[in-house]
């Protein structure tokens, strides 16, 4: 079992940087694949980035990539989110999530194959 806290978001003009975190306790975060998802409003709940084990590969939406950064530091059980260039479609809840194992390709992107969510962080961003 692991517990998942999101901090970081918040209101940014277009154009700007948040940094999103997502401390995992309960169990370290170096067993889990970990990502984000984001929830924007009046629309699905989408993938945004996700990163293995070990750091790397990492995955991307293809809406966010060259923008976003996903990182993560096992030794402080903490993944990150650097969003940089950031416009008003970026305005959304994001929630941190874990999977237990590795994650292996287009899986990675797969909702179902997190088994951990935390509650999210607003991001807003004003145009």
């Known amino acids: 079992q692991v517990q998942l806290v999101e901090s970081g978001g918040g209101l940014v003009q277009a154009g700007g940087s948040l940094r999103l975190s997502c401390t995992a306790s309960g169990r370290t975060s170096s067993s889990y694949g970990m990502g984000w998802f984001r929830q924007r409003p009046g629309k699905e709940r989408e993938f945004v980035a996700a990163i293995r084990r070990s750091g790397s590969p990492t995955y991307y939406a293809d809406s966010v990539k060259g923008r976003f950064t996903i990182s993560r530091d096992n030794a402080k059980n903490t993944v990150y989110l650097q969003m940089d260039s950031l416009n008003t479609e970026d305005t959304g809840v994001y929630s941190c999530?874990?999977?237990?194992?590795?994650?292996?390709?287009?899986?990675?992107?797969?909702?179902?194959?997190?088994?951990?969510w935390g509650q999210g962080t607003q991001v807003t961003v004003s145009s």
């Open positions: 999530v874990a999977a237990l194992g590795d994650l292996i390709g287009p899986w990675a992107r797969a909702s179902s194959r997190y088994e951990f």
